[in-house]
């Protein structure tokens, strides 16, 4: 049987220089941060309470990401209110979690009282903050950003219900740092030698669909159940089996660009500086009827609850079934192979007839009306009287066809997508 897989190549050798930042920064996370040294030492982005603790002695600034309710429920002492979704516009025309406007963005930042002089520690309720993370970013704070780890869970220190009251700052965003991309530019990135697009949506998702040449990498694989990030190397070895090697550039996509910013920060963790967002993700791709698509799932069978005697469902035939279907000549049977035409100009089935399942949608991957649809499966020598075997390389085409059919009061329908062993073309 034939199976129509989505790309899950085995992981590439990690480059020279990721495998040395995985160990830069796996040092630092065991080794303690003393306070009189502190300012010329770099701390990983994702820190230990006790570094984040550290951090807070020298100055850093605190921001509690979370919505104010929870911020008033008790936030770490001296912790300023900064709820991420004031910059982030839940959904428009259908595309969600984009960022707001630069001046939203700007006066959050000044009312917040923040200059490009102050060290962030930021946190939410898990290690990956991604979303104010790539904000902050933007906004041009990179390499001044710290992240709890595990966040406000892993706090083990007093909280406060005392809101914080600062002086607004005269910020504005003269280093702003765009690390988005769009359609067009991801796009021109399927299939390149210097390019890995990476999907952190959960393995369901992707498998229902991705951009072509994604690889899967769930933003939740990287956590612990407790939110925290998993060890250093664990990470590195999952973004190693992504195709994350060091030396390309990581495009990173999700649904809404949510978790792909989760996986933009963990990657930042690393020491990978070569990262651009898909921020639209998979909201604008899946619309856009020309933008390619891939599909993971195996091809499947009905199994035992279809293998009784009434005709309820269709189901895959042998050799020998297709044997008699061809010697039928299409009186009471028509094998229909919709594969492209140049495949069955290749080589066939005897007797079949060919329907390129891709014929049946216009220009904009639309379905063709009915009537245009059915003209054309009655010139192939298709109709609802006669019992129709499809057959296909591949899971998609064959139920899509299958679909079509069955839309059209097509009721007798089974698949053929065996091996073409002994067969020869004419």
Partial sequence: MFSLKGIHGKGLRLGTALVAAALFVASLLVVPIDSARAQSIDLPIIVSTAQAQALIARGAKVLDLRSSKDYGAGHIPGAISFPWRAMNVPEVNGIRNEFRSDQVIETAIADAGLTYEDTLLIYDTTALP????????????????????????????????????????????????????????????????DATIIDCREESAYADGHIPTARNLPQSSLMTPQGKLKPIDDVVRLFQRAGVDGTKQVVSYCGSGVYAANDFLAMRNLGYKNIVLYD??????????NAKQEISLLNYTFGAAFSGTGKASPRFVDRKELQAAIDDNRKTVVIVDVRSPADYDWGHIPTSVNVFWNNTIDANRSLLPAEELRAIYAKAGLSPSKRVIIYARAGFQLTHTYTVLSMLGYRNIDFFSGKFEGWRAK
């Fill in 130 to 193: 991604g979303r104010a993370y790539v904000i902050l970013e933007y906004a041009g704070f990179g390499g001044r950003i710290h992240v709890l780890d595990g966040g406000i869970k892993a706090w083990n220190g007093e909280l406060s219900k005392t809101p914080v009251s600062v002086t607004p700052s005269s910020f504005r965003m003269t280093r702003k740092s765009d690390p988005r991309v769009d359609m067009a530019y991801v796009a021109s990135k399927i299939g390149a030698t």
């Fill in 280 to 289: 639209p993700s998979w909201d604008e791709w899946s619309r856009e009827p």
